[in-house]
């Protein structure tokens, strides 16, 4: 039997003050959000969805969904540069991979990747 899943959609990330949230991320993605509601913001990166819902709390244990990047150093700078917070420093895991965390100003982890083994859309 094969898989019924089709893949990863959407991840949802805790949004206490929506405006705040949707405004940095509208900056940090350079894209507006496709989805703009009181309840819900909803971002188109690559063919993915980057939801953001004022009715979540940041947790502990939350997965951690790793957008893929073309350089990790790069974006984690320009993270760090628009109030984002070090979680784990960028890092070689095995091969040509390269990992990082950071957290959001909301209190969400954000992780980032580079893996030579899938191609990186570019979000535009």
Same mark, same amino acid.
């Given at each position: 039997?094969?898989?019924? !899943?089709?893949?990863?959609?959407?991840?949802?990330?805790?949004?206490?003050? #929506?405006?705040?949230?949707?405004?940095?991320?509208?900056?940090?993605?350079? &894209?507006?959000?496709?989805? $703009?509601?009181?309840?819900?913001?909803?971002?188109?990166?690559?063919?993915?969805? !980057?939801? #953001? $819902?004022?009715? #979540?709390?940041?947790?502990?244990?939350?997965?951690?969904?790793?957008?893929?990047?073309?350089?990790?150093?790069?974006?984690?700078?320009?993270?760090? =540069?628009?109030?984002?917070?070090?979680?784990?420093?960028?890092?070689?895991?095995?091969? $040509?991979? &390269?990992?990082?965390? #950071?957290?959001?100003?909301?209190?969400?982890?954000?992780? &980032? &990747?580079?893996?030579?083994?899938?191609?990186?859309?570019?979000? =535009?």
């Amino acid at each position: 039997m094969a898989t019924p !899943l089709l893949g990863l959609r959407t991840t949802i990330y805790a949004a206490p003050n #929506l405006e705040q949230a949707k405004a940095w991320y509208t900056t940090f993605l350079g &894209i507006e959000p496709y989805f $703009d509601e009181p309840f819900y913001v909803g971002f188109n990166v690559g063919g993915y969805e !980057l939801g #953001l $819902d004022p009715d #979540l709390t940041p947790g502990q244990g939350t997965p951690v969904t790793y957008w893929g990047v073309t350089d990790v150093q790069a974006t984690w700078q320009l993270l760090l =540069n628009q109030g984002a917070t070090a979680q784990q420093e960028p890092q070689h895991v095995g091969g $040509d991979i &390269i990992v990082a965390t #950071l957290n959001d100003p909301f209190g969400n982890t954000l992780g &980032i &990747i580079y893996n030579p083994h899938f191609k990186v859309e570019q979000a =535009n």
